[in-house]
């Protein structure tokens, strides 16, 4: 037997703890707080003494986390002297300060366990200096060296060392560490072949010794909760095959572990665990399965199905092992405990059960005797059935918690303490699951008993706040979310309110497990909050809860989490405090990205608050990231909001795309629209200001909206200058015509005549004149205009006496585009041609009608295209407004007219003036 090369003063204890176990098999639970806890009180003592000699901040640090486990004031831990600090530090669980577990776990290796670090670098082949690295991501090799490395440090410093600083590898991201930890994984899987290494690296050198010790192993046939009775070449063949398997340098060759098992068989066939190898083996090297064991003989049979189950296990062939247990009744007896097979293979289809998305089928495998006697298998079923429930699948892991209570009922008549650690958290979970199954009382009774048995105060404060989510008839923690409607809220805080004194107990007991009492206390606060606007208590207790959520995500939905960090993000930001805002917002946009969702009633609160400093991009990405998670149910909330109006293109942009959506009420539509106005108005945002304005003017046509939209244009801040007096004049004498409301439309048409008759341009009598025309077309009578027709008449006379004399020249050919019109100016066309030809046939028209299309870009387009090919423009007002400005503000030929009518005859006369003008 190989001798150790060195031994570290003080060794560790070599032993695998069930903690460390669970560290290396179950990734939920890993992580550098859980490591720290697995570390023995001596191993804790060792870190310490390392970190306060090459670290300058630990003391202050470890202070801290000391104060605050034993109830002292930091200031008392630091007039300590450095001593009792490392004493106390061995006995305090670090349940959340991340960092200071990780260099209390760094600096524990090096310098503390330098020489094995030194010997792993040197087995990898890595350069060191003394252990150390310039980076973590040069310690790696290929998973057969690691694993060969891995292997030299358990001979020379014992398994659970080895253990300890693989797993730390593993933690801080050695591309080893991952290997290595796979390493313990499957050296654990394998039936005491962890033990068989420990045998291998101790100091004994007497084979007597050896012999010794598996005579201690073997366990009586009738009892199983005694390990199965592998003597020291069981463990050594077992050691063999897997080294074989994988390839590692000087194992056996295939046929070599072919003849030594065969022979094993049949020299021994008293010895069934002989037949375990044989099954290993199978499996291991793709032989055929179960082919040449005698099937009359039960023991023989299990022994190598067990075999088997575990090369399936070592290959992850989880499947496999489901596939068999399905249709073998050996595979299926294995769960009852009642032999040392069955020790040995049931954790493993365990494991494959519920890997493969089965694990409803393990309550009915696994019986209560297996169980007894195998803290992993508890484990395993515990894990399985606290993931169901996770899921919210309580009616399916309730089967395995009712078996995990009968073993625990079982294990007490044995004499085991009821206060085990693992019994009380099944204890616990039990609880939880018939909370969500609304069995209530059963729970109480469950987790009132938990208070007695339980002396941990980390238990205690979980337990009170489950208590008070009984008290208020919450099923779970994450039912506890603000609702989304202000009408719901009164009931919600009335029941979260009846657990208050529980969640309150679970605070006072200040422990990093009372972050579910704050939680809840912190909702409750802000919830209160939305009328006294008292939000300091809620950003406390909100500020505890998100700090434990984060370190333990994990254990929690993404759901609660995220409501945690919306809720924290909430509460501070109503601190009002400049420094703060900026956080706030980070926070809130984070969390609600995630799936958190803001209630509606305090959205204006917020808004008001991130409102408040110059810059405002804090509250654009808020108000952003509310619109992107909640969509068009929240916009209302937010277009109440002044704030959010005025600074925030991302809301106007979605109310106005809101407003043009399938199977929004015209109502709605114009309220989306009146709001998107006056935010793109105060944003500067003039072509969507206009864009807004001509839908509500189609609309106010329509009859949906008229007084709110006659009642704005009276305004002229609230539509310029998206729009001009003139444009918002004849809106609204449009919206009256199409209303019958023709004495009113005279009224507003007047001051557009004066002013157009008055103006000192070019076409400013022939716009009068149209505007004259188009009262005439109401046909009402002459004398409510006549003061008009006098004012026209008397500027007209005086034009002709200045016009200048074209007879005798001959007539020029102008081309004149006409654009504006719908379907009736369409169908008016050929009437106008006609005319012209009558009249003036040396004009060519050419028509390109707009209609009231929201799609006027591509429109607008082909307009501009024609305009280079035309002398002259007349356009026809029934258009959208904003078109008709972008259409007068592009052409740059000749002269324009506008066409007030919308028939032939007036067409045609607006098509005459424009000639006239080139001409």
Known sequence: MRKPSSIPPDPPQTGLTSSLKRLITNPRRFGAINLWKALTPDERMA??????????????RLNRIVARARNFRPATVQRWPEEKVVKAIRHVPLNDDLRVAEPLLTYYHLPGQSDMVIAFMNGLGVSHDQGRVESLSVIDAKDDVVWSAAREIVEQFGLRAAAVYLLTLRLFGAPAGRAGRA????????????????????????????????????PEQDDPTRQPSFTTLDRLLILAAVDTAQGIEGALSEDQLDDVVDELVKLNGRHHQSYFHAGLRDVLFDKSIGEDVPAANPSLLRWYWTGAVQGWARRERWDRIVREHATNPVIRELGNG????????????????????????????????????????FELLLDAATELLGKGDAPKALPLFELLMKTRRELERRGVPPTERILLDAHRRMAHCLRHLHQHRRARRLLGDLLKQDPDPNIHAMVHADLGLLAGGFDALEEVVLPLRHDELASFLERLAEGFDHFQQSVDIDTAYSAHGHYCLGVLALGRAVGDREFKDAERHLQFTRVRFSETADSYSNSLVEHANLYFGIAKAQQLSADKLAHAADVM????ASGARIPHYLIEQTIEALALPEEKEDLHRVVSAIIEEQGDRVLDELASCESALDHCPTLCDALKARAQSEGRTTSAQAADLRSALLGFQKQGNREAAAEALDGLDKLAQDGVGVPEFLEMLEHRSLYEPAWQWE?????????LEAHGKYPEAVHVLQKLFHRLATREREAGLDDAAGVLNRIRGYGIDPASYSSLTDRYNALAAQEAEAAPSLEGEPPRAVRVLVVGGGEEQARAEDMVRRKLRDTDPH?????????????????????EGAMARHDA????????????RRIRERWTGGPWRSCWGGGHGAIAEAVTRAAAAVR
């Open 47 to 60: 870190a310490a003494t390392s970190y306060l000699a090459d670290d300058a901040d630990a003391r202050k």
């Open 183 to 218: 390493w313990l994984q499957k050296l654990l899987e394998a039936p005491d072949a962890a033990a068989a290494l420990e045998v291998h690296a101790s100091a004994a050198t007497e084979e007597e010794a050896v012999e010794d010790d598996a005579e201690e192993d073997q």
């Open 338 to 377: 009642s032999t040392e097979p069955s020790v040995a293979a049931v954790r493993h289809i365990a494991e494959a059960l519920r890997r493969e998305g089965q694990t409803t089928d393990i309550a009915q495998f696994v019986k209560v005797r297996a169980l007894v006697g195998q803290p992993a298998l």
């Open 589 to 592: 946009t984070r969390s609600m």
């Open 727 to 735: 444009d918002a004049t004849i809106a609204r004498a449009r919206c």
């Open 843 to 863: 004009i060519r028209v050419n028509f390109i009608q707009t209609g009231w299309s929201e799609n006027w870009r591509r429109k607008f387009g082909e307009i």
């Open 873 to 884: 423009l007349v356009i026809v007002r029934f258009m959208r407004t904003h078109l008709g």
